[in-house]
T-cell receptor, first 114, second 114 residues
Framework: DAGITQSPRHKVTETGTPVTLRCHQT?????MYWYRQDPGHGLRLIHY???????DKGEVSDGYSVSRSKTEDFLLTLESATSSQTSVYFC?????????????FGDGTRLSIL | GENVEQHPSTLSVQEGDSAVIKCTYS??????FPWYKQELGKRPQLIID?????GEKKDQRIAVTLNKTAKHFSLHITETQPEDSAVYFC?????????????FGKGTHLIIQP
């Protein structure tokens, strides 16, 4: 298994509170991604990173921000959580110099916003 | 952006029979097509992938075919076994796109009947 750790694995919080999810990798891979998975939608890309401090938006980035201050850590922040952000969040990593390489996923974080 | 359609949404086959899942994509620039298997409550796991310079790839009981002209690709599983029961996702990506992550289909729930 790829060395990817997501934390926390489960979280329940209230609408309007800030939430930060962490993805930690031990593979020294350049590319890291955040996806959300919802019934009927499959997996959708939120943000991705192509290096330290280099990030960009994905398909469903509204309401989310990210940061990558170290190669191994990629943080996803919900500044003010809403019930529509209840989902399972997966981090993925891929190696190589270029993107468009196989991606491997972490075990996910189940987030419930009440 | 890329759009990936996946069919069927549910597929039930007898143990030992073959299963075929089909996907179509919209962007002719897409050149990487992975398939993921996801068991209930688990992370998506890469099972096979294909690039646009190859028409077919096999790995034991699974194979993927790609038709670039028609912009569709398929997953074939032969001699199905109970452990093949899962949700399968196809995906597509292209280099240098606005978001270098994967665009996923909505998934196929494969049920292997004993």
């Amino acid at each position: 298994d790829a060395g990817i750790t997501q934390s926390p694995r489960h979280k329940v919080t209230e609408t309007g509170t800030p939430v930060t999810l962490r993805c930690h990798q031990t593979e020294n891979h350049r590319y890291m991604y955040w996806y959300r998975q919802d019934p009927g939608h499959g997996l959708r890309l939120i943000h991705y990173s192509y290096g330290v401090k280099d990030t960009d938006k994905g398909e469903v980035s509204d309401g989310y921000s990210v940061s990558r201050s170290k190669t191994e850590d990629f943080l996803l922040t919900l500044e003010s959580a809403t019930s529509s952000q209840t989902s399972v969040y997966f981090c993925a990593i891929s190696g190589g110099q270029y993107s468009n390489q196989p991606q491997h996923f972490g075990d996910g974080t189940r987030l419930s916003i009440l | 952006g890329e759009n990936v359609e996946q069919h069927p949404s549910t597929l039930s086959v007898q143990e030992g029979d073959s299963a075929v899942i089909k996907c179509t994509y919209s962007d002719s620039a897409s050149n990487y097509f992975p398939w993921y298997k996801q068991e209930l409550g688990k992370r998506p796991q890469l099972i096979i992938d294909i690039r646009s310079n190859v028409g077919e790839k096999k790995d034991q009981r699974i194979a993927v075919t790609l038709n670039k002209t028609a912009k569709h690709f398929s997953l074939h599983i032969t001699e199905t076994q109970p452990e093949d029961s899962a949700v399968y996702f196809c995906a597509a990506s292209y280099p240098g796109g606005g978001a270098d992550g994967l665009t996923f289909g909505k998934g196929t729930h494969l049920i292997i009947q004993p």
